[in-house]
C-alpha cells in the first residue's frame, strides 16, 4: 500500500474539521470509510496524526507538521493541473516570432502585437528579426514557432497566411525625371534603361526576385549597379544618385531626404506578407497568434 493523494485530501478535510461527520459530508462520502482512510495513512506513516476521544478531534504534535506539508503537496498538484489546462487552451508558455525589417512597418503588426499581449499576458512572447531565409530554415528546425516573411514558394512542412499585399513601388531621387512628372503610378517598362540598387541574394528578401520577375514582363532585364543587405541602405543609395530601387511601400516610413517614392503600374508590383508555421504544429498559441494577425 502506498500513499495517494486522496489520502492526503482526506486528512485535510478531517483536519480542517476536527470532525469526521463533518468531514465526510464535505467529501460526499461516509464516516466509516473515511475514518479507515486515515487509519490507512497512518498506518503508512508509522505514527498517529488525529488523537480521537469521543467528544472532540485533535491534531498530534506530528499531524500539524503533516498537515502543512499535505497542504502544500495538494496545492502544488493543483496548480500543476492548472497551469497544464491553461497551456492546452494556449493561455500560458511561450511564443517565438519572427519578422522581416519592414514587418513593424505595415500597421497591422503592432495591433496584433497588442491584442495578443492584452489576450494572453502571461505568455512569454519572443520576438526577433530574421529575413525571409532565415525564418524558413528556422521554422522547419522548429527553432521558432511563428513567421511574419514576404510571399514565396515554401517547402511543403509549412503553411502560409496571407496577411496583406505591400505594393512594390519605385524609389527615385527627388529630381528624377520620372518622379517630377504629375501622375500617379509609372511603368515598369519606364525603368528598363536605369540602373538599379537591389537586395543581395544573400539578404533573403523575396524582394529580389520578385524585381526579376517583374523586369522580366516588363520585356528587359535590370543593369545592376549596386546590391544591398539592408533597405535603408538602399534608400541611402538612391539619394546618393546611384540608381532606382524598388523596395516595398511601407518602406515610406523610412524618411530619406531627397527621395521619392512612386506608384508602379503592375499586377506583379505587391508583396504579400505571410503569416507561416509548420503545418504540423497544432499549439494552441501558434492559432492564437494566427488568428489575430489575420483579424487585427
Do not use: W
Not at 495517494?4 to 470509510?33: C, K, N, T, W
Amino acid at each position: 500500500m502506498s500513499i495517494e493523494l486522496r489520502h492526503l485530501r482526506y486528512f485535510i478535510a478531517v483536519a480542517d474539521e476536527l470532525h469526521f461527520s463533518r468531514a465526510a459530508e464535505r467529501l460526499g462520502m461516509s464516516q466509516p470509510p473515511l475514518s479507515q482512510q486515515i487509519r490507512d495513512l497512518e498506518t503508512m506513516l508509522g505514527l498517529r496524526l488525529l488523537r480521537r476521544t469521543n467528544r472532540r478531534v485533535e491534531l498530534t504534535d506530528a499531524g500539524r507538521v503533516y498537515l502543512d506539508a499535505a497542504r502544500d503537496i495538494v496545492t502544488r498538484v493543483d496548480d500543476a493541473a492548472d497551469m497544464a489546462r491553461r497551456a492546452e487552451r494556449g493561455e500560458i508558455g511561450e511564443l517565438h516570432v519572427a519578422f522581416t525589417r519592414s514587418t513593424p512597418l505595415i500597421e497591422k503588426f503592432p495591433q496584433a502585437i497588442r491584442a495578443f499581449r492584452d489576450a494572453y499576458p502571461a505568455v512569454r512572447l519572443v520576438l526577433v528579426e530574421r529575413n525571409t531565409l532565415q525564418q524558413v530554415e528556422c521554422l522547419l528546425d522548429d527553432r521558432q514557432q511563428i513567421g511574419l516573411l514576404r510571399g514565396g514558394k515554401l517547402p511543403a512542412p509549412l503553411v502560409s497566411h496571407k496577411l496583406v499585399d505591400d505594393p512594390l513601388v519605385a524609389v527615385l531621387r527627388a529630381d528624377h525625371p520620372l518622379a517630377k512628372r504629375e501622375r500617379r503610378k509609372l511603368r515598369m517598362e519606364e525603368l528598363a534603361d536605369e540602373r538599379f540598387v537591389v537586395f543581395s541574394r544573400a539578404a533573403g528578401t523575396g524582394v529580389h526576385d520578385q524585381l526579376l520577375t517583374m523586369c522580366r514582363n516588363a520585356g528587359f532585364a535590370p543593369r545592376i549597379a549596386q546590391e544591398a543587405g539592408e533597405s535603408s541602405t538602399m534608400i541611402g543609395l538612391v539619394a546618393a544618385g546611384m540608381g532606382v530601387a524598388v523596395l516595398p511601400d511601407s518602406l515610406r516610413h523610412v524618411r530619406v531626404d531627397g527621395v521619392a517614392y512612386v506608384a508602379i503600374d503592375s499586377p506583379d508590383a505587391a508583396s504579400a506578407i505571410h503569416v507561416t508555421h509548420r503545418r504540423d504544429d497544432t499549439s494552441p498559441l501558434v492559432r492564437a497568434f494566427t488568428k489575430l494577425m489575420l483579424k487585427a
